[in-house]
T-cell receptor, first 114, second 112 residues
């Protein structure tokens, strides 16, 4: 069965520090990978996606992620965070099951402190 | 502007009542989805539809029903059979399985 694990439920970090939000997935077939961000009481918006090609993917707001097939990981990174990056981040995986579904991780709450 | 509109933003339901959450999209997407979000549990799929007049159960469909009579609309009914309906509900759409989902702003349902 397909699953997504976000290894940290909360990540506190100081402003201008680097951050990594970890995501591991399990699947026996090829997958497409996504990171979404959710601000309080809002829907999710796409940060970045990996479909194929280069394993380093750049997204909006200075975020990037690296697909590592051997470790089945897709960790999200930002070299210097801002207060405005405080939000919940979701990793998601999609594969064609003959009735496609996207599986979301439980989310990681990023809290940026001044 | 293209996007997904969910209404209402806040909804209160009495015990034993059915309520319907609206979801409309003008992105011309074939696929639409309903998710339930509870704290610490991420998003769980309730129903999804890949085409008009067809929909499939997700992981937690019990106590919910949907219809897809028009491409742009995918309303969700929370029935009295849903024992714990208080949650944040998110509607989304996508062009296909390999593309990202576009989300509405959500409806927060509270049982009173």
């Amino acid at each position: 069965a397909q699953s997504v694990t976000q290894l940290d439920s909360q990540v506190p970090v100081f402003e201008e520090a680097p951050v990594e939000l970890r995501c591991n997935y399990s699947s026996s077939v090829s997958v497409y990978l996504f990171w979404y961000v959710q601000y309080p009481n809002q829907g999710l918006q796409l940060l970045l996606k990996y479909l194929s090609g280069s394993t380093l993917v750049k997204g909006i707001n200075g975020f990037e992620a690296e697909f590592n097939k051997s470790q089945t990981s897709f960790h999200l990174r930002k070299p210097s965070v801002h207060i405005s990056d405080t939000a919940e981040y979701f990793c998601a995986v999609t594969r064609d099951t003959g009735g496609f579904k996207t599986i979301f991780g439980a989310g990681t709450r990023l809290f940026v402190k001044a | 502007d293209g996007g997904i509109t969910q209404s209402p933003k806040y909804l209160f339901r009495k015990e034993g009542q059915n309520v319907t959450l609206s979801c409309e999209q003008n992105l011309n997407h074939d696929a639409m989805y309903w998710y339930r979000q509870d704290p610490g549990q991420g998003l769980r799929l309730i129903y999804y539809s890949q085409i008009v007049n067809d929909f499939q159960k997700g992981d937690i469909a019990e106590g919910y029903s949907v219809s897809r009579e028009k491409k742009e609309s995918f309303p969700l009914t929370v029935t009295s059979a849903q024992k714990n309906p208080t949650a944040f509900y998110l509607c989304a759409s996508s062009e296909g399985y390999s593309t990202e989902a576009f989300f509405g702003q959500g409806t927060r349902l509270t049982v009173v």
